[in-house]
T-cell receptor
């Protein structure tokens, strides 16, 4: 089965720090995603990538950037962490198909606390 | 743009009760519809999906029917178990990327708590 691995389950950082969240998938999927999950707000898309070095902004990209240098790895970067970025971050991957019914495979999430 | 609206939770039921979680959507095209489930401490996983009108998705005793006339995809289960306690997300796919990939948009999630 597809495995999506997020490097940290829990992370505590200080305001102003640069933060890297790493995600690796092992099934050669073209598409990768970063979502944040907040109580009452559900999942909101930050960025996604449909190929190496290709990225598109999601619904809430402000304060974040991403990097995809290799197909299997998709990194989310908080250039200067702020307390309002305390959240659960979920990475997902998807086989690229021009059909509507391809599911996402999710990692277990990284709970980031910014103090 | 396209959107998904789910009933707010938490939904609290006793074991063996009937479950319905409402989901409605707005879309300009003909999206596929999904239910994902998130168990405590885990990421989301696909529960079921339907790709066209009147399709019924089913898995693990859960069912949902794609109703185009009412733009709905309600999740049902005839007899819930304690192990069904989780957060349930309704989602639809939409074309967003330059390459034509279909990207899911999620509802806010509905927490289900099942008591013994």
């Amino acid at each position: 089965d597809v495995k999506v691995t997020q490097s940290s389950r829990y992370l505590v950082k200080r305001t102003g720090e640069k933060v890297f969240l790493e995600c690796v998938q092992d099934m050669d999927h073209e598409n990768m995603f970063w979502y944040r999950q907040d109580p009452g707000l559900g999942l909101r898309l930050i960025y996604f990538s449909y190929d190496v070095k290709m990225k598109e902004k999601g619904d809430i990209p402000e304060g974040y950037s991403v990097s995809r240098e290799k197909k299997e790895r998709f990194s989310l970067i908080l250039e200067s962490a702020s307390t309002n970025q305390t959240s659960m971050y979920l990475c997902a991957s998807q086989t690229e198909r021009t059909t509507t019914n391809e599911k996402l495979f999710f990692g277990s999430g990284t709970q980031l606390s910014v103090l | 743009g396209d959107s998904v609206t789910q009933m707010e939770g938490p939904v609290t039921l006793s074991e063996e009760a009937f479950l319905t979680i409402n989901c409605t959507y707005t879309a300009t095209g003909y999206p596929s519809l999904f239910w994902y489930v998130q168990y405590p401490g885990e990421g989301l996983q696909l529960l079921l999906k339907a790709t066209k009108a009147d399709d019924k998705g089913s898995n693990k005793g859960f069912e949902a029917t794609y109703r185009k006339e009412t733009t709905s995809f309600h999740l049902e289960k005839g007899s819930v178990q304690v192990s069904d306690s989780a957060v349930y997300f309704c989602a639809l796919s939409e074309s967003r990327a330059s390459g034509g990939s279909y990207i899911p948009t999620f509802g806010r999630g509905t927490s289900l708590i099942v008591h013994p």
